[in-house]
């Protein structure tokens, strides 16, 4: 029983990775560039293989994959639309004080000028000096620089 599915897994996925090249097509006409895409795609591959026994087998395997792909298009532009809003509202709202660094507060109440405000919360920023440096690093040029 176990072979069988390890089996059926395999194939899946082999299945799967033959649609690849259609998927980064279809998330750059989505996402509108290159960086976007490949999560999207990523993202897709990602859910894809956590609930492929939502697929059934025999099925149009390119067109499931595209649903997948759509849904989560539609879940990360509702999401950052509401994260638009929130920022866009953001000195009214009632997350300001937990959304906010303490210098960017300060720097708010006393008209600016303060300090720096590196743009992140509280827990952020400490999460961030809680890991060595070299790893500081790495994640700050992959996920604040973009590089």
Known sequence: MMDLQQNQNQSFQQAVCREIH?????????????????????????????????????SNLRAWLLRVMRNRHISLTRRRRLERRVQDHESSHALTDWSLSETGRRSMMEGGG?????????????????????????????????M
Do not use: H
């Open 22 to 58: 259609m998927l980064r097509r279809t998330a750059i006409w989505y996402a509108g560039n290159a960086m976007d895409a490949e999560d999207l795609v990523q993202d897709t591959l990602m859910l894809a293989l956590r609930f492929q026994e939502g697929y059934k087998a025999g």
């Open 114 to 146: 303060v300090d720096e405000d590196i743009g992140f919360s509280d827990p952020v920023v400490s999460a961030m000096n809680s890991i060595r440096p070299e790893f500081r690093e790495v994640v700050l040029m992959c996920d604040v620089e973009d």
